[in-house]
């Protein structure tokens, strides 16, 4: 295994390359990236850099000499167009083809884009060029409008408060979240948005987006068009399998691996947004689309090629800043029961616990990172608790881990 190619240059792709070279691959890395920007990461996209309190470079992943002093083959901006696997070739946009040993495709998600009347008006919020687009156009603007109240619209929310301008999300599904946090926390993630001014009108669905030249129009699925000045669309992401489907190799929902990463050819595997993989915590397949999963992914199938690895079996875990509130999800749940609550949620300091058969599943903690902390030593550890004693806060959590 002389050389390893790489597709995709961010999270994963890059956590691939520099894994590599931590355990010891001494052979070629060529790393394919479609973007002009060095591998890096994206949640500050749709936070600090948004609003100017970082610059873009503070998404990259790894010092500046990186890709020099690990000996990296960076083709940075160039996409990866056909791959040959009898051949075991990429071929290339510029018309580069690079042969490989091993192959890893990293290649991410693209957002789902409107399909409206007038849909061309509408923004998007994936890459570093779309943030410092929506950032140029938040400077002159009085008001947007966020179509989508999941993580992303409701971040873009936020930052856009916090900038000093109005903001009406409009959302087709009955609460905010719907597809990835229960009731609950939909609910306080609503008011939370309500008390900073968010219009945030819920079953409310878009119908059309008009421009006059100066300003656009929005015509809800229901009530009366208004004026706003950037229309951006959070409607979730596609996985970017097509590459990986041309060449023949298993997908459902993202391209199928196993718990080392390895795809239906074993020359190639697959790492991030981008792959459905096996949990055995879970006991199910998923696709995920979270900063650990690609980073800690990424990290498994490096080690794979390696031959040491012991395969990704980690819990989910999802984080977001809004506001002044840190959020962070463990576990993934099929079903949501009703939470064990610990600490002052109406003061948004504190968690909830998801329990089956006297086990934690799940916990949801707000500005409660401690909490969380625990509680997964406590899931790993597939302790029993009682709801009591964990509803008490006279109950160190600490103690738990003792009864354990």
Known sequence: MNRIVIIGAGQAGGWVAKTLRAEGFTGEIALIGDEPHPPHERPPLSK?????EQPASSCHLFPED??????IDHHQGVSAVRIDRAARTVECGNGATLAYDKLVLATGARVRKLTLPGAEHALYLRSIADSADLKDRFSRAQHVTIVG????????????????????????????????VPAEVSDLLAGLHREHGVDLRLECGISGIASDGSRLSVQPATGAAFATDVVVAGIGVLPNVELAQAAGLAIDNGIVVDEHGRTSDPSISAAGDVTLHPNRLLGRTLRLESWANAQNQAIVVAKALMDKSEGYAELPWFWSDQYDVN???LGQPQRWTQPVVRGDLAARRGSLFYLRDNKIEAVVAINAARDLSIARRLIQRSIRVSAERLADPATKLDALLKAG
């Open 48 to 52: 600090s850099v948004l609003m100017g």
């Open 66 to 71: 990186f890709v020099a002093t690990e000996r």
């Open 149 to 180: 109240a999941g993580w992303i619209g409701l971040e873009v929310a936020a930052a856009a408060r916090k900038l000093g301008l109005a903001a009406t999300v409009l959302e087709a599904l009955p609460r905010v979240c719907a597809r990835s």
């Open 327 to 329: 959020l962070q999800i």
